[in-house]
């Protein structure tokens, strides 16, 4: 009965978070929630900070575009606060944070102007309005369904590199071995290493396998884009092929360590490494870098 009644209470707590989060942002951005001189403002900022990666007018390039169809799908009905919380938090990416709170909300500004939203009388400035302001596309301009929320270099970087990289490090060291790391009863303990005291070292290697067999799939998920803000080409055959070989190396990879053979998953690790360097070959290693992109992002995710 405990169990059950903390699950109610957890839905119903969400159900209200969610219906809070809904009062809040009762205003949107057609409603006119900035000023041509904020925009202005914002718009100087930009072209010194942002346009290098996003392009001069919020098209995209080495980043994301930070206007249009994609990026309101991406962001749509979220509060402005949002936008404007990741500006200043982690952009621009060569230097996270440098942005004041003003410079941030100013940005935000001209990527509305730029986007198509009217000015308004007043600056957009203080948290509250931003809290209260949602990012809405016009009638018909995003899809029902929403974009997934990480591009596919996070997913990439979240998921299947790690797990590829725990079950490469078996060339090196024996899971079978005792470890060195956290044991129940020390206190305190890093975020990353956790799991190195509660789990042995062949389950760590079984859990690897099965992220990498089970989220390859999300390669083929619908609206997901590159870190370029290019479409994740999901409907190519090649990319397909790929994605599929890429799951199959994931159930080779736990096949073997099931065995709890550490020759079996060291032969299984060209597997994988293959897996990766066919579609690395394709759609990720691109010639003709520049000084401020030298592995050249902007021309993935195309053949």
């Given at each position: 009965?405990?169990?059950?009644?903390a699950?109610?209470?957890?839905?119903s707590?969400?159900?209200w978070?969610v219906?809070v989060?809904a009062?809040?942002?009762q205003?949107?951005?057609a409603?006119?929630v900035?000023?041509?001189?904020q925009?202005a403002r914002?718009?100087?900022i930009?072209?010194?900070?942002c346009a290098?990666?996003?392009?001069?007018?919020?098209a995209?390039g080495l980043?994301?575009?930070?206007?249009g169809a994609?990026?309101?799908r991406a962001?749509?009905?979220?509060?402005?606060?949002?936008?404007?919380?990741k500006?200043?938090?982690?952009?621009p990416?060569?230097s996270?944070?440098?942005l004041s709170?003003?410079?941030?909300?100013?940005?935000?500004?001209?990527?509305?102007?730029?986007g198509?939203?009217?000015?308004?009388?007043s600056d957009?400035?203080?948290?509250?309005?931003?809290?209260?302001?949602?990012?809405?596309?016009?009638?018909?301009?995003?899809?029902a369904?929403?974009?997934?929320?990480?591009?596919?270099?996070?997913v990439?970087?979240?998921?299947l590199?790690?797990?590829?990289n725990?079950i490469?490090?078996?060339?090196?060291?024996d899971p079978?071995?005792?470890?060195m790391?956290?044991?129940?009863g020390d206190?305190?303990?890093?975020w990353?290493?956790?799991?190195?005291?509660?789990y042995s070292?062949?389950?760590?290697?079984d859990?690897a396998a099965?992220?990498i067999?089970?989220?390859?799939?999300?390669?083929?998920t619908?609206?997901r884009?590159?870190?370029n803000?290019?479409p994740?080409?999901?409907?190519?055959?090649?990319?397909?092929q790929?994605t599929?070989e890429?799951?199959?190396?994931?159930?080779?990879?736990?096949?073997a360590s099931?065995s709890?053979?550490?020759d079996?998953?060291i032969?299984v690790?060209?597997?994988?490494?293959d897996?990766?360097?066919?579609c690395h070959?394709?759609?990720?290693?691109?010639?003709?870098?520049t000084?401020?992109?030298?592995?050249n992002?902007?021309?993935?995710?195309?053949?």
């Open positions: 009965m405990r169990f059950r009644c699950g109610v209470l957890g839905g707590l969400a159900l978070l219906a989060a009062a809040q942002a205003r949107t951005i409603e006119g900035y000023t041509d001189a925009a914002g718009q100087a930009y072209e010194k900070q290098a990666c996003h392009g001069a007018t919020l995209g980043a994301p575009p930070l206007a994609g990026f309101l962001w749509d009905a979220r509060p402005l606060i949002d936008l404007v919380d500006i200043q938090q982690t952009m990416a060569t996270p944070g440098s709170r003003a410079e941030a909300t100013d940005v935000a500004a001209h990527m509305l102007k730029v198509g939203f009217k000015a308004g009388g957009l400035r203080s948290d509250d309005t931003l809290k209260a302001v949602a990012l809405v596309a016009p009638a018909g301009g995003t899809p369904i929403p974009a997934p929320p990480g591009n596919l270099a996070q990439m970087r979240g998921i590199f790690p797990s590829s725990l490469f490090n078996v060339q090196n060291q079978g071995q005792q470890k790391g956290w044991q129940p206190t305190p303990f890093g990353a290493d956790w799991g190195a005291g509660i070292g062949w389950e760590l290697v859990y099965i992220a067999a089970e989220s390859a799939p999300l390669l083929l619908p609206g884009r590159c870190e803000g290019r994740v080409p999901i409907d190519r055959p090649d990319w397909i790929f599929r890429m799951a199959d190396a994931g159930r080779a990879a736990y096949r099931q709890r053979n550490r079996a998953v032969e690790t060209n597997v994988i490494a897996a990766c360097l066919r070959e394709v759609y990720r290693d691109k010639p003709g870098g000084n401020i992109d030298p592995s992002k902007a021309a993935r995710c195309v053949p």
